[in-house]
């Protein structure tokens, strides 16, 4: 739906209404991006009711939940109906786009300068911006990155730093510098900053607070678990060995910890799930690291426990993988995914509201027995999508808005992998996974694409009039959801 005032608060009408869409809907292709014009990324969470798409030529349009100011147009409201071009103040068409995170109530740009901006919402410094009293910004402000200029903190390694991709959580982001090294902001709950640690204190009895920050700083300590380390080195553990006496895993740091560069990072609700680059030898087998919250066994450690450190998935690792491995990964809210490099996909977690979770990275076999070759995958508060390189697409879990893509008239949830009927023989090269909605990035490169794409429809502006004008006449009810209801204090660090 394009009316994002209504997932998480109302369900969909019976009778879908021209902004509702129950299944895979080009948007506006004439009427707001033009018939020449081509989209390279796409961006939205599991948490997000709103969206950024980024043209190819660096335009970044955003739409949707704007009652923290998180789409930075200068101003709140319930919704922003329409894809609207977004800038940075004093710098209007001068700085293009490469990337974009979204989290709840927030927005990361991430410009082709290698330099990151940030809007909306801030009560846990997930901004960056390196002033945790700011609980929300409505235009977007340059982030604070330890090693650049004015980042503050700068390391000797990483002097200039240039941002390439971005990730949000629900009230945390992260940042991928063109070294693969990690820097992330906002919210130590779970220990989703990697730093170790959360700084749990007490604000007032039943209510805690943690040690939260408020500028981008770089992550260096990865670790595994004193068994992975110890299989690792050819030796065995003893019974009981491994842990400590609360019953926790015991961790070691890895040794080329500072070293370590990242290809793949997403975040979901609390977890944060990593792949490593691929050596220029190729001898190596890049490494999979979750860390956050452990609910539903979600970051693959087959525990629910947190994780303060970005820990390594021993159970990807091993012979099987050494000629397909690890290539990128998607966090949904509850949930994680995998895929290799020759398109198998491994599942964890949990993203139904019935059924056991998977404990541990299990591989999709209803796609890998049948020889489908997944090119991009897509997880969100209760959806999954695996999208294949012979053009076709698969979804599964629970959509009450539509955003599985079914269609019209059939079932708004399913317990396997199930076609998106609309989207047959379009090959389907990014999904972006949000609440209420689902966003497709489709080929559109020759004469096949294009024939495949005359089958799904289209709507443009003036399909959609009288709803644009509907919400126009709407007041902001950010007050019903405001980040600063959130029980929780922001705490330099």
């Keep these: ?34 018939s020449t014009t ?21 335009m970044a349009f955003g739409w949707g939940r704007n009652e923290t100011g998180q789409l930075g147009l200068g101003y709140t409201s319930a919704v922003v109906p329409l894809p609207t071009q977004l800038s940075i103040p004093g710098e209007e068409g001068e700085i293009t786009f490469v990337a974009a995170g979204v989290g709840k109530y927030h927005t990361i740009l991430v410009g082709s300068n290698g330099i990151a901006y940030a809007s909306g919402g801030n009560v846990c410094g997930q901004l960056g911006i390196n002033n945790g009293g700011v ?15 004015g980042g503050g903190g700068e390391d000797e390694d990483d002097v200039n730093v240039k941002i390439v991709q971005v990730t949000c959580g629900e009230e945390v982001s992260a940042l991928l ?16 900053l990697g730093n170790g640690e959360t700084g749990e204190y007490i604000i007032t009895a039943g209510r805690l607070g943690y040690a939260n920050c408020a500028k981008f700083t770089r992550r260096t300590i990865f670790v595994q678990s004193e068994a992975d380390a110890t299989a690792a080195a050819g030796g065995t553990t003893a019974v009981g060995g491994g842990v400590d006496s609360s019953g926790k895993v015991k961790c070691v740091p890895l040794e080329d910890g500072g070293q370590i560069s990242l290809a793949s990072i997403s975040c979901g609700k609390n977890h944060f799930v990593a792949v490593e680059a691929a050596t220029t030898s190729g001898t190596d087998v890049p490494r999979v690291f979750t860390w956050g919250s452990g609910d539903y066994g979600c970051l693959g450690h087959g525990i629910q426990a947190d994780e303060y450190y970005p820990r390594l998935v021993g159970a990807l690792r091993g012979p099987m993988f050494a000629s397909n491995h690890p290539v990128d990964a998607v ?17 964890v977690g949990k993203h139904r509201q019935v059924g056991e979770a998977t404990m541990r990275f299990t591989l999709i076999d209803a796609l890998a027995n049948n020889s489908h070759n997944v090119v991009a995958i897509g997880a969100g508060s209760a959806t999954v999508f695996c999208s294949t390189k012979a053009g076709v697409t698969v ?29 047959d ?16 990035l489709i080929s559109n490169e020759d004469a096949e694409d294009a024939k495949a794409l ?11 009039a009288q709803f644009v004008e509907q919400i126009k006449g709407k007041k902001s009810d950010a007050g019903a959801d405001e980040p600063a209801k959130k029980k929780q204090k922001s705490k330099k660090k």
């Design 38 to 58: 081509k989209i390279a990324h796409i961006a939205t969470s599991p948490t997000s009711c709103h969206s950024v798409a980024i043209t190819t030529d660096g």
């Design 1 to 34: 739906t394009l009316d994002a005032s209504v997932p998480g608060r109302s369900s969909i009408s019976k009778t879908p209404a021209t902004h509702e869409f129950e299944c895979p809907t080009l948007l506006f292709p004439q009427s707001i991006f033009g």
């Design 177 to 192: 510098c063109s070294s693969g090294h990690l820097y992330t902001t906002g919210s130590s709950e779970h220990g989703l």
């Design 395 to 423: 979804s599964w879990g629970a959509g009450s808005h539509g955003e599985l893509g079914y269609g019209t008239g059939e079932n708004k949830s399913s317990a396997k992998p199930k076609f998106v009927s609309v989207l």
């Design 454 to 464: 005359k089958k799904v429809p289209k709507v443009e502006k003036d399909d959609i």
């Design 425 to 440: 023989s379009c090959l389907v090269t990014a999904v972006a996974c949000g609440m209420g909605h689902t966003l497709f």
């Design 135 to 149: 609980k929300q910004i409505e235009k977007f402000r340059k982030c604070a990155v330890m090693g650049q200029v």
């Design 331 to 347: 966090a949904g809210s509850n949930c994680s995914l995998v895929r290799t490099k020759h398109g198998h996909v491994y599942y």
